[in-house]
């Protein structure tokens, strides 16, 4: 018994090292080669999704839209938020910022989202059928859709120069438009 204690301790820790190694991986948004834009004759359709009453495609057709993956429990997602807060901020009326979290319940993520006075709607993604179309694998992933669908920056884990690189994607796709 205490050998099968141990052993589940071991690797709960090896999970729980696995998970952090996962989410602070290097960011492709800082690209120092190309600014993290991925060029529009090699950008792929973003998968649409509906989910309460935001239509990816609608929303994408308006204006260049962010989507960031992430969860309540998810230490590096609760560190780039208020990155992502400013940011959304400074982009209002040019740029549409979504949070999609598919590990809480839509409680948890209003009273979250209120808390920590999160200026962009979160939707639930509770079937985690739009994680599954974009494949997530590990969060915070954050997503850059330009105004003809297509993904034009991925960022996988935490950037903690975010609120320096992202605006580079976010500038030069709007240029575009």
Same mark, same amino acid.
């Given at each position: 018994?205490?050998?099968?204690?141990?052993?589940?301790?071991?690797?709960?820790?090896?999970?729980?090292?696995?998970?952090?190694?996962?989410?602070?991986? =290097?960011? +492709?948004?800082?690209? %120092?080669?190309? *600014?993290?834009?991925?060029?529009? /004759?090699? !950008?792929?359709? #973003?998968?649409?999704?509906?989910?309460?009453?935001?239509?990816?495609?609608?929303?994408?057709?308006?204006?260049?839209?962010?989507?960031?993956?992430?969860?309540?429990?998810?230490?590096?997602?609760?560190?780039?938020?208020?990155?992502?807060?400013?940011?959304?901020? =400074?982009? +209002?009326?040019?740029? %549409?910022?979504? *949070?999609?979290?598919?590990?809480? /319940?839509? !409680?948890?993520? #209003?009273?979250?989202?209120?808390?920590?006075?999160?200026?962009?709607?979160?939707?639930?993604?509770?079937?985690?059928k739009v994680a599954a179309q974009?494949?997530?694998e590990a969060i915070p992933l954050?997503?850059?859709?330009?105004?003809?669908?297509?993904?034009?920056?991925?960022?996988?884990?935490?950037?903690?120069?975010?609120?320096?690189?992202?605006?580079?994607?976010?500038?030069?796709?709007?240029?575009?438009?």
């Amino acid at each position: 018994m205490k050998r099968t204690k141990f052993l589940l301790v071991i690797l709960f820790i090896v999970a729980a090292f696995a998970l952090v190694f996962v989410s602070v991986r =290097k960011p +492709t948004v800082a690209d %120092a080669s190309t *600014g993290g834009l991925i060029p529009t /004759t090699q !950008a792929k359709m #973003a998968p649409d999704f509906t989910l309460q009453s935001f239509n990816l495609r609608t929303e994408s057709a308006k204006q260049p839209v962010v989507i960031d993956f992430w969860a309540t429990w998810c230490g590096p997602c609760r560190e780039e938020l208020p990155h992502l807060v400013t940011l959304s901020k =400074k982009y +209002t009326g040019r740029v %549409a910022f979504y *949070g999609i979290n598919s590990s809480d /319940t839509p !409680a948890d993520i #209003a009273t979250f989202s209120r808390q920590e006075g999160l200026a962009f709607p979160t939707l639930s993604d509770a079937q985690h059928k739009v994680a599954a179309q974009y494949g997530v694998e590990a969060i915070p992933l954050l997503i850059v859709i330009d105004t003809h669908g297509k993904v034009r920056a991925v960022s996988m884990g935490y950037d903690e120069n975010v609120e320096q690189n992202l605006p580079k994607v976010l500038d030069a796709v709007l240029k575009e438009k």
